[in-house]
């Protein structure tokens, strides 16, 4: 496992997005179905639905294969991914931005989210790994109350613009 | 007549200024007492856009300073004793990344995907602004 960094930053509008840094726009619109998975996505940018608003870790890490989710972990995501190798970004709305290099290339992508910490005032604690795929799939791997995902994950979204 | 010539005179110095130094139409939105304007897409967010609109009416300022470092401080006390809703963001205006959040920011619940649609419009939109700019929010309607 290689760890490409962390950070804390504060999530706000329920969003944690990670995307190419060449994206121009990289925050995308929703719809009640991506709310219902949990993510919305396109090519080069995918926005995870969060579990608050707070101050969160976020961890970032390129791995062989994708880790074995977390026990804690209440929501794991797997979606595809597919860098074109100017970097990686992952921030909230006007929040700090924790970036990495990626070499371009397919991957799928795990999102693990924790519960925040207290009453759910955090801080808050998210995962992302990366791990190269040939054939990367979107999957819900473990889904907390708050997913109500369709019969068929949409794997479609608009920038916001 | 000479102050009829004076006059000529210094609309042909602005006009020359103006055309030498385009971005003086920011200075005359800092004058007063902003640096940008953004257009808000009332129709493709309605609910967010109708929490805004109501409390800007309600008298809440509709100029929000850029102020990453103090939105945590500012959501704490924004949303202090307001629970989370299943299907629903707590939308707060101003928000909490503006210096004027905090406490006494209207809250309102919005459904998930207008507000995080909203927001991630907002998001693209003011990413590439510094902490202590100005952005006065307008209702665009039928956009």
């Known amino acids: 496992m290689t760890r490409l960094g962390t950070t804390e930053l504060l999530v706000s509008y329920s969003q944690l997005a990670a995307y190419n840094r060449s994206e121009e726009h990289p925050y995308s619109d929703w719809t009640d179905e991506h709310v219902g998975q949990g993510f919305a996505w396109r090519e080069g940018s995918v926005s995870f639905g969060t579990l608050g608003d707070v101050r969160s870790l976020v961890e970032l890490e390129l791995d062989e294969r994708l880790p074995e989710p977390a026990a804690d972990a209440v929501r794991v995501i797997v979606v595809p991914f597919r860098a074109d190798g100017s970097g990686i970004a992952v921030s909230s709305i006007l929040s700090e931005t924790l970036a990495a290099e990626l070499p371009a290339g397919l991957y799928e992508l795990q999102f693990e989210a924790f519960e925040p910490a207290g009453d759910g005032d955090g801080p808050g604690r998210y995962r992302l790994a990366f791990a190269p795929a040939e054939s990367p799939a979107a999957r819900i791997v473990r889904q907390d109350e708050e997913l109500d995902p369709p019969a068929e994950l949409v794997l479609a979204a608009e920038a916001a613009v | 007549m000479w102050k009829r010539k004076l006059g000529w005179g210094l609309v042909a110095m602005l006009a020359f200024m103006a055309a030498l130094f385009p971005g003086a139409s920011v200075r005359t939105e800092a004058a007063a007492g902003y640096d940008a304007v953004i257009y808000f897409p009332f129709d493709r967010y309605p609910l967010t856009g109708d929490h805004i609109r109501d409390a800007i009416a309600d008298g809440h300022s509709a100029i929000c300073t850029i102020d990453r470092a103090g939105a945590d401080a500012n959501r704490k006390e924004s949303l202090k004793g307001i629970p989370t809703k299943s299907g629903y963001d707590r939308d707060e205006w101003p928000m909490a990344m503006c210096d004027e959040g905090g406490a006494g920011a209207d ?18 939109q003011l990413s590439s602004y510094a902490n202590g700019k100005r952005i006065k929010f307008v209702m665009s309607y039928g956009s």
Do not use: E, I, K, L
């Open chain 2, 107 to 124: 809250v309102r619940y919005v459904p998930s995907s207008d507000n995080r649609g909203a927001g991630a419009w907002v998001g693209n």
